[in-house]
C-alpha cells in the first residue's frame, strides 16, 4: 500500500514498462517506483515531515517539484512548489496544484 508524499492519501498503482507509477486520486500527485533518491527532503516542513515518516515505509522515492513565484494564501510567501493533476475526467482540464514552500499549505488553481 502507498500514501501520497502531499496529502497523505492512498494513491492508485499503474505499472508503465518496467516501474509503477503511482497516482494520488485526491490531490493529482504522481511519481514513480524506483527513482533515484529522495532529493526533496529538506524542503520539507516538520508538519509534512510526521506525515512521511508515518508512511515513509510505503514510500520509495518521489520525483522534486519545480517551484514557481506565487503568493501563499494562508502566509504569504511568495514561492511554491508547483504540479499539474491529470484528471480522468475528460470533462475537466488539468488542475494546477500549489504548496507553499515556506509553510507547506496545499491549494489548487481555478481556471
Ligand atoms: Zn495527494
Ligand atoms: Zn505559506
Not at 492512498?10 to 494520488?24: D, H
Not at 506525515?51 to 517551484?67: A, F, G, N, Q, W
Request: charged content about 30%.
Amino acid at each position: 500500500m502507498r500514501f501520497c508524499p502531499i496529502c497523505g492519501s492512498r494513491v492508485r498503482s499503474e505499472r508503465s514498462g518496467s516501474s509503477i507509477i503511482f497516482t494520488c486520486p485526491k490531490c493529482g500527485y504522481t511519481y514513480k517506483a524506483g527513482e533515484s533518491e529522495v532529493k526533496e527532503e529538506s524542503l520539507i516542513s516538520l508538519k509534512e515531515k510526521e506525515v512521511i515518516s508515518v508512511v515513509e515505509s510505503s514510500i520509495d522515492t518521489y520525483k522534486p517539484l519545480p517551484t514557481t513565484t506565487i503568493e501563499c494564501p494562508r502566509c504569504g510567501y511568495m514561492k511554491a512548489y508547483c504540479w499539474i493533476s491529470q484528471t480522468e475526467d475528460i470533462d475537466r482540464d488539468a488542475t494546477k496544484f500549489f504548496r507553499c514552500v515556506r509553510c507547506g499549505y496545499v491549494w489548487r488553481e481555478y481556471t
